[in-house]
């Protein structure tokens, strides 16, 4: 695709064109409004890596909220903040060890993981609400553990395709990809 027209005359290649990020290595670029060129496997990336620190931080919040005895709703409040911060972390730490300063890199992950953690927490914690049981279940009873990983699984499939128009779009994960 020729995009000279509005580029000073140069053709140039939008894969190394700076000021286009992953927008351009993705296959398109943001302001061009081309079509979306993540693939699904880079989504599925993406999506793995916000769902394993959300898995982290949920399990241990509602861990957490068991052994002290605390009610459903300050379980799941903590379970949700800690989902957030183990998944910002992971994206947190990839950067900085890439040489971001802390501000930069607290930045790049606000930026690449907060929609993803937030459908991903969304759905996941509306199905275990909405599963007969799951909310009295105790962490030793199967129904407890099938609502949170039956959770993970549907948030999986429906954060998967959010991530893909993300990173398309030069939003989302594709903010990290330049750090790694």
Not at 12 to 27: L, N
Not at 99 to 112: E, F, P, Q, T
Not at 136 to 161: E, K, N, Q, R
Request: a neutral charge; glycine letters at 12%.
């Amino acid at each position: 695709m020729d995009h000279t027209a509005h580029h000073t005359g140069t053709p140039h290649d939008h894969t190394t064109h700076e000021g286009h990020g992953q927008a351009g290595q993705a296959g398109q670029t943001a302001h061009h409004g081309a079509q979306a060129g993540a693939s699904w496997p880079m989504a599925v990336k993406a999506t793995l890596h916000c769902l394993t620190g959300c898995a982290i931080g949920e399990i241990l919040g509602m861990v957490i909220g068991t052994a002290l005895l605390w009610g459903n709703v300050p379980t799941m409040v903590l379970a949700i903040a800690l989902a957030f911060l183990f998944g910002y972390s992971f994206t947190l730490f990839a950067v900085r060890r890439a040489g971001l300063s802390l501000k930069s890199a607290i930045r790049v992950a606000l930026a690449a993981d907060t929609i993803s953690i937030a459908v991903m927490e969304f759905v996941d914690n509306a199905i275990i609400a909405l599963t007969p049981g799951a909310m009295d279940a105790h962490l030793s009873d199967g129904l407890f553990w099938s609502a949170l990983l039956g959770g993970f699984g549907v948030a999986f499939l429906i954060t998967t395709p959010v991530n893909k128009w993300m990173i398309g779009r030069g939003k989302g994960h594709a903010v990290v990809h330049a750090y790694h």
